[in-house]
């Protein structure tokens, strides 16, 4: 049996003997780019059905077709983690969806804050980011990017049982220690990270999330830290603590 | 007396009263760029000194003249680390100079594996990524970024006190915890991060490593981290445990 090394993500069924028929652009990835052939196999994952080796029963320029023949890995499911934060630059929000799936997030939720400006996300296109990490990383689960929504009317829905760890860059400096409201927080909750925006939160949003009963505000060391590395490093913090890096 | 909000970083000595002359570069920055004029003031450092309040006493299209005024901050020391990676592409590795002067490296450390194609790099580049990230995070600090090397000449003179936390894709996956290797370690060593290549490491260069006494396994979660996120993360780890965010 050949040995397959390419982790494809299709939005198909998947199950022993189930045909899996390619779109364009993944038989041009596959056939095109990847010079894949009739017999050759490949992993496919669809977000729910765990990893599958699948051999390619038809190699066309257009199209394919794949047959599903045994599961590889059971489905993954990361911790019950969102990861809400504010886009502002292309490159790093793309980077932060990278990052959001390769780390173990369930749910990324891009919010508009009182100091940000971005207007609109593309959505589909931030959705493809997660989906290639997720093809990256070896995991058969993808994020979910939410569309884009005001940061208080996103509290103001804000799910009562979720804890929220609450990134504050004006919390960096200083000589406190990390606060330790992960240590003090109950286990098996869902939770979401929120990470404030590279201008900071105004001071309504701050007051409201510091009354937020399911808050637990941590300090990211005494540097400022970029939104994108505060996502990696405060995705790190969690998993470690609360999370499947445990 | 006009509010500092950009910082700069200068080559030139600072101390109350001291005059620092611009680069052309600089003076495009400061009075091009962000309209600043004479009287207004800046911050700068020069990473041995702290950081310094200094004012525009010229303002000039090719050139300008600051003069420091008092020292607003003490200067910064980070943890002794380094943070030894391989540079593959373009983007990531800027990306990874940026990440470990942000997150408090001392000295970056670009190698050549034996899986690792990067010929080159272009250390002034990446050392102006270093001072970049630097003027950001608001530290006073600047890691250098060091020549590169061959993996195997630079663990051949290895310093024997510096203790190494070496994280490999080839620990993913599996469901073992964290190995531990941070908590068992020495305090107040010196330390480096070694961040395995994408293609991961050689098994000649694993069990080098595995045979070294200063050497400290980790494992980065159960998913396959690309090289830029295995940095955050892994400095992320050992700054909660060892360095400057305990």
Redesign the interface.
């Known amino acids: 049996m050949a040995v397959a090394k390419i982790r494809l993500y299709v939005e198909h069924p998947l199950g022993e003997g189930q045909s899996v028929p390619l779109t364009r652009e993944q038989a041009h990835y596959l056939f095109g780019v990847m010079r894949l052939r009739a017999g050759d196999a490949v992993l496919l994952f669809n977000g729910q059905a765990g990893e599958w080796r699948a051999d390619v029963v038809e190699a066309g320029k257009r199209g394919g077709l794949l047959r599903a023949d045994e599961q590889t890995r059971p489905q ?1 499911m990361p911790p019950d983690l969102w990861l809400v934060f504010a886009p502002i630059k292309k490159a790093r929000t793309d ?1 932060i969806v ?2 959001a799936a ?3 997030a369930r749910r990324i939720c891009p919010v508009q804050t009182d100091f940000t400006n971005a207007e609109r996300i593309r959505r589909d296109r931030l959705q493809a980011h997660a989906i290639e990490a997720a093809e ?4 058969s689960f993808v994020p979910e990017v939410a569309e884009l929504q005001r940061l208080d009317a996103f509290l103001s829905a804000w799910p009562g049982e979720r804890q929220l760890m609450f990134c504050d860059e004006a919390l ?2 200083g000589s406190s ?2 606060s330790g409201g992960l240590a003090s927080a109950p286990t098996g909750a869902p939770w979401a990270i929120l990470i404030g925006p590279e201008g900071g939160f105004s001071e309504a949003e701050r007051t409201r999330l510091a009354g937020m009963p399911q808050a637990h505000a941590v300090r ?7 939104a994108d ?1 505060a996502a ?2 405060a ?3 969690w ?2 603590a609360l999370g ?3």
């Open positions: 993954d980077f990278e990052k390769e780390m173990g990256q990383c070896g995991g960096a400096g220690a990390l990211l060391g005494p540097r400022i830290l970029r590395t990696v490093a995705m790190t913090m998993q470690q499947d890096w445990r």
